[in-house]
């Protein structure tokens, strides 16, 4: 079975006090405007012999979990750079994991990739040396969360929507605004449901953006301060509603199949998952649009197997290890190629890999600085470390 974000409560609060004990230098430095010097790969060599790789769970598999679910044994045969992998439980868990210095690659969600880059975590990616990189989907490539002023510093390696789910045999009429799920006289009260990290403030701005204008939001992650004390005063509104914040999409599956969450964040994955077990459920973007998610494969500035990084990144992102990593995982893959050898031939469909309208107003999660990442240059905006101490008081209130 798929694995996706794994958080328990005891996973976000330690998340929480480390991002707090260890992140105030990258989120300083991701507010500046000057990159830190960092070389590019010119070429390649031989493969050192390992990769060592920091990654979501389920973007790695062996064979171990299921005997069909392999891309990594094929790899290792192929170029001889055994992978040994750490599963990371949360993005602050990954960028900790990577000023150690000792991973070479990482599968960072956007709302870790410029921490990465600004804190000079993370290498520019010459994607001359990943061939894989011609049939990537063009409006995942050179975006916000993974390049700086158009240089590459990853591979796209899949997307999805973050979209609101609904029992369709108990919500009545069928939402079709994320306002269901912030109306503070809503019938099912206690029954809501929300994704529990800090990232979910962008959730609360994009509501905002698209129903209060006068707050002049124009991007979710890149919030003043007036606009941020909105969003967040949103989610304190929101608050008793909620029965749980859910970062185990397994749990989240089960509340849905018990009746105990009728509305809510969700993604695809658990819709399809809730689905085969005959919960009636259905999962919509809204009128407003949604958050989202598209991960980034990045190499270390310190890489010990640059090598053998740069053959991972390419292996994982061709057709086959694309496809295959998609079906496993629950999400739309990253190269058009992928689509033509999904076992499930429906598969790219139902996940809209290559719809781009359909994605048009999906805002992929990104990490907020202070240099706002709407363009503005007359204000701050509020940094990702304040997000994180928002969100920590709003769950703990």
Same mark, same amino acid.
């Not at 493969?47 to 990654?55: H, P």
């Not at 750490?86 to 960072?108: I, N, P, Q, R, W």
């Not at 397994?250 to 809730?274: E, R």
């Given at each position: ?17 480390? =991002?707090?004990?260890?992140? $105030? ?5 991701? $507010?500046? %405007? ?38 990594? %044994?094929?790899?290792? +045969? ?6 040994? =992998?750490?599963?990371? $439980? ?9 000023? %150690? ?5 990482? $599968? ?15 290498? !520019? ?5 990943? !061939? ?15 390049? =700086? ?16 789910? &609904? ?9 079709? *605004? ?60 929101? +608050?008793?509603?909620?029965?749980? &914040? ?44 949604? %958050? ?18 740069? +053959? ?6 061709? !057709? ?42 999906? &805002? ?19 940094? &990702? ?6 969100? *920590? ?5």
């Amino acid at each position: 079975m798929r694995k996706k974000r794994l958080f328990s409560q005891i996973a976000v609060a330690s998340a929480i006090a480390l =991002v707090l004990a260890s992140c $105030s230098s990258s989120d300083k430095k991701a $507010s500046e %405007t000057t990159l830190p010097k960092v070389e590019m790969m010119k070429s390649l060599g031989a493969g050192e012999g390992q990769v060592n790789i920091v990654a979501w769970a389920g973007y790695v598999e062996n064979g171990s979990n299921d005997p069909k679910v392999d891309w990594v %044994t094929g790899f290792e +045969k192929e170029t001889g750079c055994k992978v040994n =992998v750490k599963v990371g $439980s949360t993005s602050d868990e990954m960028v900790a994991l990577m000023k %150690t210095g000792e991973y070479d690659v990482v $599968s960072a969600s956007g709302d870790a990739s410029l921490r990465l880059i600004y804190g000079g975590d993370v290498a !520019p990616v010459n994607t001359a040396l990943v !061939p894989n990189y011609a049939d990537i989907f063009a409006d995942l490539k050179n975006q916000q969360w993974n390049s =700086v002023d158009g240089v590459a510093y990853g591979i796209p390696h899949g997307r999805g929507a973050n979209l609101l789910a &609904y029992r369709t045999d108990i919500v009545n009429p069928a939402p079709t *605004s994320w306002g269901a799920v912030f109306d503070a006289n809503s019938p099912y009260k206690g029954r809501i449901t929300a994704y529990d990290s800090p990232i979910y403030i962008a959730d609360a701005a994009l509501y905002l953006m698209k129903t209060q204008p006068d707050l002049g939001i124009k991007y979710p992650y890149a919030l003043d301060q007036k606009q941020f004390d909105a969003a967040v005063a949103l989610l304190k509104v929101q +608050k008793p509603l909620i029965g749980e &914040y859910w970062g185990d999409y397994l749990k989240h599956v089960a509340s849905l199949k018990s009746g105990g969450t009728v509305l809510g964040t969700t993604w695809q994955v658990n819709i399809n998952l809730a689905q085969s077990e005959g919960v009636k459920v259905e999962g919509i973007k809204p009128v407003e649009g949604s %958050t989202g998610w598209s991960d980034t494969w990045m190499i270390s500035s310190k890489a010990k197997n640059p090598n053998c990084a740069y +053959k991972w990144m390419n292996s994982i992102v061709s !057709p086959e290890s694309n496809a295959a990593v998609a079906e496993w995982f629950g999400e739309a893959p990253s190269n058009a190629k992928a689509c033509d050898l999904t076992s499930d031939k429906n598969f790219c469909t139902t996940y809209h890999a290559a719809e781009a309208t359909y994605w048009n107003d999906v &805002y992929y999660w990104n990490t907020a600085t202070e240099a706002c990442l709407d363009g503005r240059k007359d204000v701050k905006c509020v940094p &990702y470390s304040e997000w994180v101490k928002a969100w *920590s008081s709003l769950r703990n209130a």
